[in-house]
């Protein structure tokens, strides 16, 4: 379920991105950059930080979850191990 919202917050910056520089793309075309080229000047840093983000975030959501379980489980009266699968957590974020 995040990576669908990611996927969407993604889609909204890179459409925004390629909105607010449509002049500037058309200049570049102008003077004969190819599309492959004006991809690798607007997008290239976007998908680099996108890449480092989903590597910083899920071992974050791993701590996280496990956090937020202990203190959730410490109301109950019995003794639970949270086990978090990291393919389990890696599935939820693609899917």
Do not use: H
Not at 64 to 73: K, R, T
């Amino acid at each position: 379920m995040i990576g669908i919202y990611f996927f969407i917050i993604m889609f909204m910056l890179t459409k925004l991105i390629l909105e607010s520089s449509s002049l500037n793309i058309a200049y570049l075309k102008m003077f004969g950059y190819r599309t492959e080229g004006i991809k690798s000047i607007y997008l290239g840093g976007s998908i680099f930080v996108l890449l480092l983000t989903i590597a910083l975030g899920i071992p974050f959501e791993i701590k996280s979850l496990e956090y937020i379980s202990l203190v959730a489980m410490s109301k109950l009266s019995g003794y639970f191990e949270m086990i978090v699968d990291k393919k389990s957590i890696i599935v939820t974020s693609i899917v």
